[in-house]
């Protein structure tokens, strides 16, 4: 009579073992890219209540030149992720991101996003002559050339 074999070869088992790792090699860089693109979406949700304000005070002024309320009309929140919310004369709403908490390929200078309000099409509002007119829509983005890398940004931000 011939013995049956019980169980995996020594060749089996490394065979297994080395699929296992290199699905591990290519699922483990695009986890951490989707946590932090979670991290960052808490960012774009702290910056909507300074959307609404820049949209109010536009939309509200009876003056055509609103360039020197709109950086007054948010305050500033921070939490875990955000260090803080600022806006220039021109309503561009900018969300600094704690580098510290976001990890990844952040740093101090490389970790803000900007939502820039626009007229009509991809035409942003100007603060000096754009004032009680209304805003069509927001373009979200890197602030600068040294920003929250774009691979970092949640997919509602890439579309816009």
Same mark, same amino acid.
């Given at each position: 009579? $011939?013995?049956?074999?019980?169980?995996?070869?020594?060749?089996?088992?490394?065979?297994?073992?080395?699929?296992?790792?290199?699905?591990?090699?290519?699922?483990?860089?695009?986890?951490?890219?989707?946590?932090? $693109?979670?991290?960052?979406?808490?960012?774009?949700?702290?910056?909507?209540?300074?959307?609404?304000?820049?949209?109010?005070?536009?939309?509200?002024?009876?003056?055509?030149?609103?360039?020197?309320?709109?950086?007054?009309?948010?305050?500033?929140?921070?939490?875990?992720?955000?260090?803080?919310?600022?806006?220039?004369?021109?309503?561009?709403?900018?969300?600094?991101?704690?580098?510290?908490?976001? $990890?990844?390929?952040?740093?101090?200078?490389?970790?803000?996003?900007?939502?820039?309000?626009?007229?009509?099409?991809?035409?942003?509002?100007?603060?000096?002559?754009?004032?009680?007119?209304?805003?069509?829509?927001? $373009?979200?983005?890197?602030?600068?050339?040294?920003?929250?890398?774009?691979?970092?940004?949640?997919?509602?931000?890439?579309?816009?």
């Amino acid at each position: 009579m $011939r013995n049956q074999q019980q169980g995996m070869t020594l060749i089996e088992l490394m065979i297994v073992i080395a699929v296992i790792g290199i699905l591990g090699a290519l699922a483990l860089p695009a986890y951490q890219d989707y946590t932090i $693109r979670a991290k960052v979406s808490e960012m774009l949700l702290a910056a909507n209540a300074c959307k609404t304000a820049v949209n109010e005070a536009v939309s509200s002024s009876s003056d055509a030149n609103v360039s020197a309320a709109l950086p007054k009309v948010c305050e500033s929140p921070s939490s875990k992720y955000v260090t803080g919310v600022a806006v220039d004369g021109n309503g561009v709403v900018t969300v600094t991101g704690n580098h510290e908490a976001l $990890r990844g390929n952040t740093s101090a200078s490389a970790n803000s996003i900007a939502l820039t309000p626009l007229q009509s099409g991809n035409t942003p509002v100007n603060g000096n002559t754009d004032g009680g007119k209304t805003i069509a829509g927001w $373009r979200c983005g890197p602030a600068s050339s040294n920003s929250l890398p774009v691979k970092y940004l949640p997919a509602s931000c890439k579309a816009s």
